[in-house]
């Protein structure tokens, strides 16, 4: 299931909606990213995530989809916020369950790897400097990379 | 043809949207850009570095020889940050 919504979310309570009567379930792994304090040296109060609504939608889900294909998952989640955050705040939580643990901690990193150098999403800093859009990392598109196999 | 700029791209040239119909020349990405850059300093800005330009049409994304036509979503973006 994938979820994008200004509101914050409960761990908790999705978590235990993930795997709610699904007893086949040995093991669920969950990332969950927040607000940094800081941006390399500068310091960061705030952010605001701009989003593409509607592209941001098909493109978790076809990520998500890709997962499910390679990895037998009893079930995944991924929501994501947009709008603006405060240090500390929650931006996304990705989970995924499954029968044993290696599926489930594979699949998590691969859905992490892959949102970030494929889901719509831009962050704009506020630092003491004024707002500042984030540059993307080559590094996430090196750890997106090694999840290739054609 | 709607055209949707987001981040940098929207700041630099200013606006988030457009509907318009490009010359009957251009006929895929890279000259729907090229012919984009040509409209002032804002868009020869914003587009200049070709490296940090990703497009999506209707909603997916493509290269530079994919073609556009009348009635298609293109949405201009620099490299995404999300997560």
Known sequence: MI????????????????????????????????????????????????????????????????????????ASLIVHRYGRLERGERIVLVATASAHREAAFQACEFLVDYLKTKAPFWKQEETPDGPRWVDAESRDDEAATRWTTD | MKLLYFAWLRTK????EEVLEPPGGVTDVAGLVEWLKSRGP????????????????????????HPVKP?????????VTGG
Not at chain 1, 6 to 31: N, P, Y
Not at chain 2, 52 to 62: D, E, H, I, K, P
């Open chain 1, 3 to 74: 979820r994008v919504q200004r509101e914050d979310f409960d761990i908790g309570r999705e978590l235990e909606a993930l795997t709610r009567g699904k007893t086949g379930v040995g093991g669920v792994a969950c990332f969950l990213g927040l607000v940094r304090d800081m941006a390399g040296d500068k310091a960061v109060g705030a952010m605001t995530l701009e989003h593409y609504p509607g592209m941001t939608e098909r493109e978790l889900a076809r990520i998500e989809e890709e997962a499910n294909r390679r990895w037998p998952l009893a």
């Open chain 2, 13 to 16: 040239i200013g606006i988030a």
């Open chain 2, 42 to 65: 804002r868009f020869a800005d914003a587009l200049g570095n070709d490296k940090l330009v990703r497009v999506a049409v209707n909603q997916t994304y493509v290269d530079g020889r």
């Open chain 2, 71 to 79: 009635g298609d979503e293109v949405a201009l973006f620099p490299p």
